[in-house]
């Protein structure tokens, strides 16, 4: 859908850097007035719920840096330029869990934060975890904690605020649907 | 909670936009290594999940230039420096609907994208709408329209992906959790 769209005029590079990058694009407005778009540039994203034989969701404790704080979040990562989302899920989870799975089930999509930012999520499921023999290297400069919490210690987790992101408040959200089914 | 900490040893300000600000911290690692963290701050952002009294959902659609496409949303908006979010939500539901309401209910907080971004986005709802006699004028540079849907025409634009936003898609989780209540 293209309604109201907004026609550039002229795109103005402001940072390409590691993760993000920056444009400031010039518009044209439906009403031909002009306007500025500040546009966050991103590769996108995965995230998985993954659910334990004994029905425990495996979370990952990080700093979140902009935040000046750590967050419990589902285990997630940024998309490689090309890679399928699906495989970036497997080797996120490896990396940051030690679990693999040949089972993974689509639950959702979403932009994160349209006003600003491309940044697509994407977010699956597995209940079909199995312990890698060896460990996975990831990011060397990811420091990530595991925990494994019922749902109902989850849901404590985001009354504190210990949970507090998009992703993993949905995924809350979402197991608790599927407990109510 | 602090866990694995990382300190900011230097911070460079790249951008200081109309929306966002783009810096880049170098940071001590918990290992004692260093690396780069890009950080984009955003005031924080409100949005109402608005209910008429006969059950329908209040949805805008607009122009996300990020996406080059337009995208059905609940109302929201950005914080304006220091203001109180059921301000902000009361002002953008009377903007961008035509609405007003004295009874907000806070439903969720989150974090849209801690990895790189600060931004929190506060998620209301209301059943109790009054129409407004006068217009409101919004933002100049938001042409914004109007749809009044129900649950299920709400759950078909999300397979459709015309609603495909962290905020809306977990509105519409929300509102069918409350029906299977």
Redesign the interface.
């Known amino acids: 859908?293209?309604?109201?769209?907004?026609k550039t005029i002229r795109t103005e590079h402001?940072?390409d850097?590691?993760?993000?990058k920056?444009e400031?694009?010039d518009?044209t407005?439906?009403?031909g007035?002009t306007?500025?778009?500040?546009?966050?540039?991103?590769p996108g994203?995965v995230a998985v719920i993954p659910i334990t034989k004994d029905k425990k969701i495996v979370f990952v404790?990080?700093?979140?840096?902009?935040?000046e704080?750590?967050?419990v979040?589902i285990p997630?990562g940024?998309l490689e330029p090309g890679e399928r989302p699906e495989i970036t899920a497997v080797r996120e989870l490896e990396e940051e869990t030690g679990y693999t799975t040949s089972d993974l089930k689509l639950i959702?999509?979403?932009?994160?934060?349209?006003?600003?930012?491309?940044?697509i999520?994407y977010i699956y499921m597995t209940e079909d975890l199995k312990p890698l023999k060896d460990a996975v290297a990831g990011d060397?400069?990811e420091?990530?904690?595991l925990l494994e919490l019922t749902l109902d210690e989850a849901k404590q987790y985001a009354r504190e605020q210990?949970i507090?992101?998009?992703?993993?408040?949905?995924a809350i959200?979402?197991l608790?649907?599927l407990e109510?089914?």
């Open positions: 859908m293209k309604k109201f769209e907004e402001i940072y850097g590691k993760v993000v920056l400031v694009d518009v407005l439906p009403d007035q306007a500025k778009r500040e546009l966050l540039k991103h994203a404790e990080q700093y979140r840096k902009p935040l704080k750590s967050l979040e997630a940024k959702t999509s979403f932009y994160t934060s349209p006003g600003f930012a491309d940044e999520m060397d400069d420091f990530v904690e210990r507090h992101d998009a992703k993993t408040n949905y959200l979402y608790e649907s109510r089914m």
